[in-house]
């Protein structure tokens, strides 16, 4: 469940804390596991997604930092295809390392051109995805 709508004193851009319990005619249960809300959109896309180094089987990507919106990025997640325009699949996992904004992609086929792309993770869920850039990885 995601909150966009701030009512009743909820602030946007906050993170809030509950617990919760049942009542009924035979009394009440014992309280929930603590929950969180945050309150806001998910973030924007990451831009400026570029090659920073090539070698025969590895490339190095960067991208610039997701800034403003409702609630604080939490991460980064770097999809790269197999060189042969087959499906993306998650090469980089940074989703509770904002500061990460470059990686290297290893294991890679020398000549191939292989498809990038990015998203930003908050408390809300991912940003739609960034641009799709390619890279040769060559020597």
Not at 43 to 58: C, D, G, H, I
Not at 68 to 73: H, I, N, Q, S
Not at 87 to 93: A, E, G, Q, V
């Amino acid at each position: 469940w995601t909150c966009n709508q701030a009512n009743d004193g909820v602030v946007k851009g906050k993170i809030y804390r509950f617990r919760y319990k049942a009542v009924n005619a035979k009394g009440s249960s014992l309280y929930s596991e603590e929950s969180y809300i945050a309150v806001g959109a998910a973030p924007a896309a990451p831009t400026n997604l570029q090659l920073k180094e090539s070698s025969k089987s590895a490339i190095k990507v960067s991208w610039d930092a997701v800034t403003g919106g409702d609630l604080a990025v939490k991460g980064y997640l770097l999809y790269v295809d197999d060189g042969n325009n087959g499906p993306f699949t998650l090469k980089y996992d940074g989703s509770n390392r904002q500061d990460i904004l470059e990686y290297t992609v290893g294991g890679l086929v020398e000549g191939r051109a292989y498809r990038f792309k990015v998203n930003a993770v908050n408390y809300n869920g991912n940003s739609v995805d960034s641009s799709i850039e390619t890279f040769y990885s060559c020597g």
